[in-house]
Nanobody, 119 residues
Framework: QVQLMESGGGLVHSGGSLRLACAASGTTLDIVAMGWYRQAPGKEREVVATRTNGGDTNYGESVKGRFTISRDNAKNTVDLRMNNLKPEDTAVYYC?????????????WGQGTQVTVSS
């Protein structure tokens, strides 16, 4: 089992910046990727940014050029730096960790942290 503890988030004006942080604990040796997803009211959860242990990074189209993901594999942490925030970035942001082998993978989720961007 992997436990994820998130921090950061809050209320910011449009154009502002925020940083989210997430730390994994428990059975972390099998983690192969960590990242962030978000879910706005009435919408499906979507990928924000992910990063594998090997450094492969993926960003959602709407955040490219504004958000930056970083990981510390040794500390099992993942951060998300969000710049030039827009009202449409308002959502609950969830930390994610993928654990397992190439054939069987398990997703773990944090409890979520609210990000609200006012116009």
């Amino acid at each position: 089992q992997v436990q994820l503890m998130e921090s950061g988030g809050g209320l910011v004006h449009s154009g502002g910046s925020l940083r989210l942080a997430c730390a994994a604990s428990g059975t972390t040796l099998d983690i192969v990727a960590m990242g962030w997803y978000r879910q706005a009211p009435g919408k499906e959860r979507e990928v924000v940014a992910t990063r594998t242990n090997g450094g492969d990074t993926n960003y959602g189209e709407s955040v490219k050029g504004r958000f930056t993901i970083s990981r510390d594999n040794a500390k099992n942490t993942v951060d998300l730096r969000m710049n030039n925030l827009k009202p449409e970035d308002t959502a609950v942001y969830y930390c994610n960790a993928v654990s397992g082998s190439s054939s069987i993978k398990v997703n773990y989720w944090g409890q979520g942290t609210q990000v609200t961007v006012s116009s």
